[in-house]
């Protein structure tokens, strides 16, 4: 139990980290919504459906049961929405009200899943919380209401998708970011005239579509099998500071004081949780070997 714990911690992590490139890649495409959307979706759709192929191939890539189909939505919907937000407002206001998505995960675990998260999670949760709002402080400035309020709606999404998937402990999950590819595709075909990109937006298209999404959402659809879906939500809040990050490095918009703080406070908060949970874990194994 304690080194399932730890492997799922560490997919997440890392898948985490990879996905904070993300809004950053989007920025660099310089595009459409709905062509980036056409395109995510669909090499997502082929990068995945070959690579679980070569290492599963006896498991379909499609099921009808509704933990499969109900992932599959929830995923389309959170890209679109990602996508469509960053396009509409700031990457800063985007990652900042997506972060809240980890109390969603832990209310709609307890109401699902009648999971309950230790008390050190719900802490840490809100003293990242914290840290957020903080960065929210000095960042809010005259944000569109419609990419805020698509935001919210990929929080939701998120959320609902990890305690979905984590109900799920039969099958992969994995296969469902190729249905969520496919309707990302599909919602953009029937918003846009033309799919086509120029020049440099195929080069960071291509990097964006075959190798940071996929590997990224491969990572954390794998997360939740093994770790409580809040803490899954409480890994991504990474995602929040570090993106950010990114985009001050190669585009030289420069944080402010209050995002740095806000972050060291979020970064913070998630090693002294990772390592109570680690005491913890060790603690239950050593009760249960007596």
Known sequence: MQSDYFKGFSLTLLGVLILSFDALL?????????????????????????????????????????????????FGISSICFVLAINLTSVANVLVIISVQPLFAAFFSRVFLKEKSPMVTWIAIIVA?????????????????????????????????????????????????????LMMS???????????????QWGWTLILCLIIVPTAFILITLGPKRIPAAEVGMLMLLETVIGPLWVWLFLHITPNTAALQGGSLVIATLIIHTLIRIKLTRKAALVGTH
């Open 129 to 181: 919380l914290l840290g957020i709002f903080w960065v929210l402080k000095d960042s809010w400035q005259g944000p569109n209401l419609q990419g805020d309020l698509l935001a919210l709606a990929c929080g939701l999404a998120l959320s609902l998708k990890f305690v979905n998937d984590r109900a799920e402990q039969q099958h992969s999950m994995v296969p469902a970011l190729i249905g969520g590819g």
């Open 186 to 200: 599909a919602y953009a075909l029937f918003t846009t005239d033309s799919i086509m990109l120029t020049g440099s």
């Open 26 to 74: 989007i920025r660099l495409i310089n595009a459409e919504s709905a062509d980036i959307l056409f395109w995510r979706g669909i090499l997502l759709s082929i990068t995945v459906a070959v690579g679980f192929k070569l290492k599963y191939p006896e498991q379909a890539l499609f099921r009808r049961d509704g933990c499969y189909l109900r992932s599959t939505v929830l």
